[in-house]
């Protein structure tokens, strides 16, 4: 139990779709970070939220987007979905500069 | 672009049998971070190493960070069924790399009874 929370934890979209995946964040923890694991990968790093700014990108183009609220809760949001985004979309939590990240357990997406 | 290439991708060992992962870059990393990921949950920290050298020892499984700190290794002893799962080393890079971690592709481990 690591204190972040991930909705929906499995979900279908079809191609050229719209997904909004979100995190919730444990308390405290000012730092979001979002990941995309492919079956058999490791975890790609997306983006990353620091107070609500976009605070560092991975290589993921401009239809991966996010938002962070005041409360720290994030959201995920992916437009014009196209088959290769099936994966696993790991939120990770942490204080910010410092300590450990913690993982939720992931929002499976699966694009038909 | 900052790669790490882990090994091997699978194995698939007796119990008590030992076993090692390795975590190898040619860049440099601040610290390395060793996850275990089990089905259906996200990845759970194991250890982090952040000095170029140090060992570190969690029960049956040791950690080693390369000199360089480009590399790293995850030696488990006597390996148990317990033990299986998914295990991921992933590197930050430093300064204003916190939380932007590269993972390498995982180790899919499974211990036979």
């Known amino acids: 139990e690591t204190g972040v929370t991930q909705s929906p934890t499995h979900l279908i979209k079809t191609r050229g779709q719209q997904v909004t995946l979100r995190c919730s964040s444990q308390?405290?923890?000012?730092?979001v970070s979002w990941y995309q694991q492919a079956l058999g990968q490791g975890p790609q790093f997306i983006f990353q939220?620091?107070?609500?700014?976009?605070?560092g990108r991975g290589n993921f183009p401009p239809r991966f987007s996010g938002l962070q609220f005041p409360n720290y809760s994030s959201e995920l949001n992916v437009n014009a979905l196209e088959l290769d985004d099936s994966a696993l979309y790991l939120c990770?939590?942490?204080?910010?500069?410092?300590?450990?990240?913690?993982f939720g357990e992931g929002s499976r997406l699966t694009v038909l | 672009t900052q790669l790490l290439e882990q090994s091997p991708q699978f194995l698939s060992i007796q119990e008590g049998e030992n076993l090692t992962v390795y975590c190898n870059s040619s860049?440099?990393?601040?610290?390395l971070q060793w996850y275990r990921q089990e089905p259906g949950e996200g990845p759970v920290l194991l250890v982090t190493?952040?000095?170029?050298?140090e060992v570190k020892k969690l029960k049956r499984l040791t950690f080693q960070f390369g000199d360089a700190r480009k590399d790293s290794s995850l030696h488990i002893t006597a390996a148990q069924p317990g033990d299986t799962g998914l295990y991921l080393c992933?590197?930050?890079?430093?300064?204003?790399?916190?939380?932007?971690?590269?993972f390498g592709q995982g180790t899919i481990l499974t211990v036979h009874p």
């Open positions: 308390s405290g923890h000012n730092t």
């Open positions: 190493v952040v000095t170029g050298g």
């Open positions: 939220y620091y107070r609500e700014e976009e605070n």
């Open positions: 992933a590197g930050e890079a430093g300064g204003t790399s916190y939380g932007k971690l590269t």
């Open positions: 990770a939590s942490g204080a910010g500069y410092t300590g450990e990240l913690f």
């Open positions: 860049s440099v990393f601040s610290s």
